[in-house]
């Protein structure tokens, strides 16, 4: 048998130990970052944020799109605080999500409408109210054809505001096939919070804005919510369609306009157009 000095013995050891460690610690790092990466993150955050079954909501397992639109507790409360204050009342959303039907038990009396173009939205979620009514639409325009959209409606008499009724417009912005009681009804409350509008090839929100203003137009005093003013289109047309001048609140993403009736006007703004290059 072959016999190690003490002294010779004793770096062995030490390297050994060494080795062992450094493996410990390898195995350690690669199991925290497959528990920490972002998508792991964003997946446990998805599944504590959305509700399973909330205010009588039905939502189905495609959680992920349904958290991309939640509002925050403080928007919600903004929002659901000035219907509060005009129910019973004509409201329309353009849009539709599981905070949005509490708005619609708020307005008990009234009448509630949402235009949605998101069949998985209109299918996961059940509406029994008599006095709320989900419509299923289709948006063609995306948001990448903002820029052009806003050139054509400052060049077009048939985008102007003193222009006939939004069904017979020529105007490219104007949404002519939705349901007939969005242009029957004189409406209190617009919410503009759909299409998704995010990103360049989905469908973008200029037409919903547009439309919203003028509907807001053919009544007395309708407020108008744009959703989202932090992204560039929703901040370009509200600017453009429902004015500065008009802005009479915000809370978080949103924008609340207070829109009177004009009907002589050929503007949409009384003060100077916003200038937007591109």
Request: glycine fraction near 4%.
């Amino acid at each position: 048998m072959m016999m190690f000095p003490g002294k010779k013995l004793l770096p062995l050891l030490v390297f050994i130990l060494a080795c062992l460690s450094i493996l410990r610690l390898v195995k350690i790092a690669i199991n925290t970052s497959h528990s920490s990466s972002p998508a792991a993150a964003f997946s446990s955050s998805v599944e504590q944020k959305v509700p399973s079954n909330a205010a009588g909501v039905h939502i189905g397992s495609h959680k992920t799109s349904l958290n991309a639109t939640l509002l925050a507790p403080k928007e919600f409360m903004f929002l659901s605080d000035l219907i509060r204050r005009k129910a019973p009342c004509n409201l329309l959303i353009f849009g539709l999500q599981p905070q949005y039907l509490n708005l619609s038990s708020i307005n008990a009396g009234g009448i509630t409408i949402f235009l949605e173009d998101d069949p998985y939205k209109i299918s996961e979620i059940d509406a029994d109210s008599n006095g709320t009514h989900i419509y299923k639409v289709e948006y063609k325009v995306p948001a990448k054809k903002a820029y052009e959209l806003l050139k054509h409606a400052r060049e077009s008499p048939a985008c102007a505001p003193a222009t006939s009724l939004l069904l017979q417009s020529t105007c490219k912005l104007a949404l002519r096939s939705l349901p007939k009681q969005v242009y029957q009804l004189k409406w209190d409350v617009v919410v503009v919070d759909g299409p998704i509008g995010d990103a360049p090839e989905a469908p973008g929100r200029m037409s919903t804005i547009y439309t919203a203003s003028m509907l807001a137009r053919a009544g007395t005093t309708t407020h108008v919510l744009v959703h989202d003013v932090h992204r560039t289109i929703e901040k370009w047309f509200s600017w453009e369609f429902l004015c500065e001048e008009n802005l009479v609140s915000s809370k978080g993403k949103f924008w609340n306009f207070s829109i009177s009736n004009h009907s002589n006007s050929t503007r949409f703004c009384s003060s100077d157009t916003v200038r937007i290059v591109n």
